[in-house]
């Protein structure tokens, strides 16, 4: 099992970044997708969700408007579209498949919002 995040990096306030999450190893069009993020010295928390198919989304307030959540099952990728990013964002974010009782995740991307 592998989850594989990218699209990290440095970016100014306003500014857009894109995750990709690539997953192998297990059933990925089964499998809800989630976004994570830890910042230093914080609890790591939920940043997006979406359902197995695609058709159902869910952010954190702090997110809402700004980042959007999708998936290609075709592709076995998830994506995690961030803009108008704030130096509160800066974080590692973490791409984690969830099914029942199972659970994996990336090695995570780090995200600094920096002027």
């Known amino acids: 099992v592998q989850l594989v995040e990218s699209g990290g990096g440095l970016v100014q306030p306003g500014g857009s970044l894109r995750l990709s999450c690539a997953a192998s190893g297990f059933p990925f069009s089964m499998y809800a997708m989630n976004w994570y993020r830890q910042a230093p010295g914080k609890a790591r928390e939920l940043v997006a969700e979406i359902n197995s198919a695609g058709g159902s989304t869910n952010y954190a307030d702090s997110v809402k408007g700004r980042f959007t959540i999708s998936r290609d099952n075709g592709k076995n990728t998830a994506y995690l579209q961030m803009n108008s990013l704030k130096p509160e964002d800066t974080a590692v974010y973490y791409c984690?498949?969830?099914?029942?009782?199972?659970?994996?995740w990336g090695q995570g991307t780090q995200v600094t919002v920096t002027s």
């Open positions: 984690n498949a969830h099914r029942l009782i199972w659970d994996y």
